[in-house]
């Protein structure tokens, strides 16, 4: 079975620093790893994704994150922070067996403070 | 227009009734999910159809059950709900020509309190 660990439920930074928001992950097989938004009150929306390839992903809003194997992470980083970043983010691992399911780690709050 | 609708968005019902919530989508999907987000546990796969013909339970399907009444629509519901059903649910959609690699789109949510 596969699964995702986020590493702090709730993440503070400052306008203008890094962010970092950790995901490791749990899979039998190579694994399709995505990272989704929710923005409050909204549906989720895909930030990025990595299927095959280049393991550094880059994504919308100036998000990317980097697979790293060896690891077992996916980690989400932006240079930069806005308060608009300000959002809940679920990493999330697909079933490669190609069923399209997700399975979602618990989420981490981005908190952003002018 | 939104592609991935959810009515209603909001419901508060007490404990025994029997609840439907409803999805709708125009984006031409083949395959739709039920998730339920509660705090702190992230999202969690209730039910899945990969097309009108296919429904596959998912993590925690007991106390639910899903109607796929035709590709755009994807209904939810509740026989007797219980206050632990107290969550906001989302419907998401993905084409399926991806295989794992989909992304899927999500509605917009309907919050359920059960009393």
């Known amino acids: 079975a596969q699964s995702v660990t986020q590493l702090g439920s709730h993440v503070s930074v400052s306008e203008g620093a890094l962010v970092l928001l950790r995901c490791n992950y749990s899979s039998s097989v190579p694994p399709y790893l995505f990272w989704y938004v929710q923005y409050p009150n909204q549906g989720l929306q895909l930030l990025l994704k990595y299927t095959t390839g280049a393991t550094l992903v880059k994504g919308i809003n100036g998000f990317e994150a980097e697979f790293k194997k060896s690891e077992t992470s996916f980690h989400l980083t932006k240079p930069s922070a806005h308060m608009s970043d300000a959002a809940e983010y679920f990493c999330a691992v697909s079933d490669v067996r190609g069923y399209s399911t997700l399975t979602f780690g618990k989420g981490t709050m981005l908190l952003v403070s002018p | 227009d939104a592609d991935v609708t959810q009515t209603p968005r909001n419901r508060i019902t007490k404990t025994g009734k029997r609840i439907m919530l409803e999805c709708s989508q125009t984006k031409g999907h083949d395959r739709m999910y039920w998730y339920r987000q509660d705090p702190g546990l992230g999202l969690r796969l209730i039910y899945y159809s990969f097309d009108v013909k296919d429904i596959n339970k998912g993590e925690i399907s007991d106390g639910y059950s899903v109607s796929r009444q035709a590709q755009a629509k994807f209904s939810l519901s509740l026989e007797s709900a219980i206050p632990n059903q107290t969550a906001l649910y989302f419907c998401?959609?993905?084409?399926?020509?991806?295989?794992?690699?989909?992304?899927?789109?999500f509605g917009p949510g309907t919050r359920l309190t059960v009393l």
């Open positions: 998401a959609t993905s084409d399926g020509l991806a295989g794992g690699t989909d992304t899927q789109y």
